[in-house]
């Protein structure tokens, strides 16, 4: 009778595990096998090892059953967690690329700018050289025609600088300083250099898990950061591959001196 009672309970357990799984009922073949099994155990005889070797192994097969269809849910909702995670590292670093191609146009403007910058320099020079020379030509020739004109008792021509006070040597030198004088590049904002960095640790860890596979690694080349984009590139990289900045060493190495034969 105990023996019954055991069987029982390990079959309510099974239903019980069934219907948290989502199952409304046992298939007919388990039903059928159930009855057979509880006829042995009631039989004057009592119920025979076998019988109670299917049910634990029957009651055991439907916990991990219900276990498995949990990890199962689990994995599929992982996997989907997994491909949003995907999708919104790819706009971050579509986001990202956007930005660094608005810097490359940037720097090839500021490039052009550059050009253009230094060529009306070198005109202004040449131009400031001329008015210069013209300026050295006409003051003794002016102080020659006040001498001729003392004589002849007329008076005086008034000076360039009377006349007009841009015409005068303090003026072209103080000009030369100005146009010789390159416009300082303004500083990144702190909140696009963090969000560049940000990117840039983002992608060197999305590299790094997909090199994880690797057996042996190589050794990466010297590197440094861009002072426009603060993209790694190689050290000895004259151009920034990215935003196409011209890249300019912090510490420049002095010409050397050539000894005195």
Request: net charge neutral.
């Amino acid at each position: 009778m105990a023996d019954e009672q055991e069987i029982m309970c390990k079959l309510e357990s099974i239903k019980e595990i069934s219907s948290s799984t989502n199952m409304c009922s046992f298939p007919s073949i388990f039903t059928t096998q159930w009855l057979h099994l509880i006829s042995l155990s009631s039989s004057p005889t009592g119920p025979s090892c076998p019988s109670l070797l299917v049910v634990n192994k029957t009651l055991q097969m439907e916990k991990i059953k219900a276990r498995l269809k949990a990890e199962f849910e689990a994995l599929e909702s992982e996997e989907r967690h997994l491909k949003e995670y995907k999708q919104e590292m790819d706009l971050l670093l579509q986001e990202k690329m956007a930005h660094v191609e608005e810097l490359r146009l940037i720097h090839a403007d500021i490039n052009v700018m550059e050009n253009t910058i230094k060529q009306s320099e070198n005109d202004l020079n040449k131009l400031l050289e001329s008015t210069r020379r013209l300026h050295d030509e006409y003051k003794p020739l002016k102080e020659h025609v006040d001498a001729l004109r003392m004589t002849l008792g007329l008076q005086r021509l008034p000076d360039l600088c009377e006349e007009e006070e841009k015409l005068s040597l303090d003026y072209f030198e103080k000009q030369k300083a100005e146009w010789q004088t390159e416009p300082q590049e303004p500083p990144i904002p702190e909140s696009l250099a963090a969000a560049a960095a940000a990117a840039q640790q983002l992608q060197v860890a999305r590299k790094q898990d997909t090199r994880q596979t690797a057996t042996f690694r190589q050794q990466p080349p010297p590197m440094k950061a861009c002072l426009s984009c603060h993209q790694q590139i190689h050290r000895n990289a004259p151009i920034c591959p990215l935003c196409k900045a011209k890249s300019r060493s912090r510490n420049p190495k002095k010409p050397k001196r050539k000894q005195d034969e």
